[in-house]
């Protein structure tokens, strides 16, 4: 549900398909390690693209910073959940 | 002798239908060759008429003025149009035929303009190439992000590379002990070129000779893969 989120965020962003598509990537692997509810936020400007996933839990988070680093421009621990950024 | 394909296309593209036959017979040698990457997995009549489909749809933009031969801007749309037909025939459910189509036009646009730009395009310029507005690019991608990978059986197993050093720097920096040891090899060598080396999408698939798009659905699959790997691996309660 996340990835055609981040498609149509993205798409009004003005991210390139790659970006999107590796942003995507990010929000399935941090979703996709626990399967309990949570709650993303997205917030879109002109040239980036911002998500806060919710509630993940940080010692994995701090394991995958360097997977995730490669799939997005900046990524960030805050407040239980994670902050994943794309500059274009 | 016959006519050159640049000028033939160029006819196709005013709707002269003797043009297109006799184009889609000079083309032939190139539309069976690229068949043969995907025999026994779909009928060849099946993907040679997907090919000719791909042939047209390029004859439709091609310019001769910009001075790129005719095969050579006509492959993308050719293997688009295979790749398209033979995860049509495995796909467990169906799209729609027209968002199939406009997937094939998206696919195709997203090679052209990342060949044109060495960079990925942005779904408004894939739009922009490939006439559709950008709900209909949209709706491609969606059903492009959920199909099945194709299998990378035929890529050359050389133009993978990967050593055990960056295998292994890969293993570290993604924290995974001994899971990439479960994926079969070329799994493996996507997340290593991926991960360990840090190409980007764009130059995998250079690297590969495949869409930026396909090597998007190996990427997806392989982390899914290791992500369920990793729920299996999870201490229970």
New interface residues.
């Given amino acids: 549900m996340l ?2 989120l981040a ?2 965020m ?2 009004r962003a ?9 942003l ?2 990010a929000i ?2 941090v979703v ?2 626990r399967r309990d509810e949570r709650g993303a936020e997205f917030w879109a400007e002109r040239g980036a693209l911002e998500v806060f996933i919710s509630e993940v839990d940080q010692a994995w988070l701090e ?2 910073l ?2 995730l680093a ?1 799939l997005v421009s900046e990524t960030e621990l805050d407040a239980g959940g994670v902050r994943l950024r794309v500059n274009v | 002798m016959s006519e050159p394909a640049e000028l033939l296309a160029r006819r196709v593209a005013r709707g002269d239908d003797a043009a297109a036959e006799e184009l889609v017979e000079a083309m032939r040698p190139l539309v069976s060759s690229m068949a043969k990457r995907f025999q026994g997995r779909v009928p060849r009549s099946d993907l040679e008429q997907a090919g000719v489909v791909g042939l047209l749809r390029a004859a439709a933009t091609f310019d001769a003025e910009h001075g790129t031969p005719f095969g050579g801007y006509a492959a993308p749309f050719v293997m688009g149009e295979m790749l398209a037909c033979v995860r049509q025939q495995a796909a467990p459910v169906r799209v729609p035929r027209s968002v199939a189509d406009n997937e094939r036009a998206v696919v195709a646009s ?1 090679d052209l303009l990342t060949s044109a730009h060495g ?6 310029e ?1 739009a922009e190439q490939a006439k559709l507005d ?1 709900e209909a690019v ?1 709706d491609a ?2 059903a492009s ?1 959920a199909a099945r990978p194709v299998s990378l059986d035929e890529i050359e197993p050389d133009r993978f590379g990967e050593t055990d050093e960056t295998l292994e720097a890969v293993e570290r ?3 995974l002990g001994t899971r990439l040891d479960r994926l079969d090899r070329r799994s493996r060598a996507v997340l290593v070129l ?2 360990g080396m ?1 190409l ?3 130059e995998i698939a250079e690297r590969l000779g495949i869409s ?1 798009m396909h090597v ?1 659905r190996l ?2 699959a392989a ?2 893969e290791i ?2 790997q ?2 299996d691996d999870a201490p229970s309660g």
């Fill in positions: 990835g055609p498609l149509v993205g798409s003005g991210l390139s398909l790659e970006q999107i598509d590796d995507a990537m399935e692997l996709r390690h394991q995958h360097g997977m490669v | 997203v960079r990925s395009p942005t779904v408004a894939i950008e949209l991608l969606r992000m920096r993604l924290e991926r991960f840090e980007s999408q764009r930026q998007s990427l997806r982390m899914a992500a369920d990793g729920e």
